[in-house]
């Protein structure tokens, strides 16, 4: 069965320095990869998704992520974090395909500080 | 792009009382709706799988006759709280998935007081 490890439940990056949030997947299959950013009492918004096209995923507001199957890793990078970045981020890893169960991480809560 | 419309965004109710939270896809038809729970604090946790027209799949450890899905069509999926208590208060969140993916709805926060 999949499974997804987010390291760190809690990350503080000062506003413009880089943003690395990591993400480790169990998975027997090739895996379909999601990071998802929730804001406060709302739900989710996909920031990107890896499904077995290029390594290195490009998403929306300069999010990036780069599969590494050597390392069963999914990181989230961001080379200059904004004030508007924080929120709790999400790692996931799709049970069955693009529309199969999605297995979520804890979350990491992202903090910026001016 | 895809969107799933969720209703209400935030409910308080009686202990005892039934609550109807209602995920409409507003312009892609979701052959598949996931329903999650999500406790302060921590991830999501898949409650139950609902395809059009058939019984939802409750997940381990989920009561099917407390949580209700109605996934009478393909574009309305309904979770009822029935006969809720304080310990269901929670952040309730759908999925809606057809070929763009999944789209989550924005959450209902329930409280029970």
């Known amino acids: 069965a999949q499974s997804v490890t987010q390291l760190g439940s809690h990350v503080s990056v000062s506003e413009g320095a880089l943003v690395l949030l990591r993400c480790n997947y169990s998975?027997?299959?090739?895996?379909?990869l999601f990071w998802y950013v929730q804001y406060p009492n709302q739900g989710l918004q996909l920031l990107l998704k890896y499904t077995s096209a290029a390594t290195l995923v490009k998403g929306i507001n300069g999010f990036e992520a780069e599969f590494k199957k050597s390392e069963t890793s999914f990181h989230l990078t961001k080379p200059s974090a904004h004030m508007s970045d924080a929120a709790e981020y999400f790692c996931?890893?799709?049970?069955?395909?693009?529309?199969?169960?999605?297995?979520f991480g804890k979350g990491t809560k992202l903090s910026v500080k001016p | 792009g895809a969107v799933v419309s969720q209703h209400p965004s935030w409910v308080i109710c009686k202990s005892g009382t039934s609550v109807k939270i209602e995920c409409r896809s507003l312009?892609?038809?979701?052959?598949?709706m996931f329903w999650y729970r999500q406790f302060p604090k921590q991830s999501l946790m898949l409650m139950a799988t609902s395809n059009e027209g058939s019984k939802a799949t409750y997940e381990q450890g989920v009561e099917k006759d407390k949580f209700l899905i109605n996934h009478a069509s393909l574009t309305l999926s309904t979770l009822t709280v029935t006969s809720a208590h304080p310990e269901d208060s929670s952040f309730y969140i759908c999925s809606g998935t057809a070929n763009y993916g999944y789209t989550f709805g924005s959450g209902t926060r329930l409280t029970v007081v």
């Open positions: 998975s027997s299959v090739p895996p379909y």
């Open positions: 996931a890893v799709s049970e069955g395909g693009s529309q199969g169960n999605l297995i």
């Open positions: 312009d892609f038809q979701a052959t598949t």
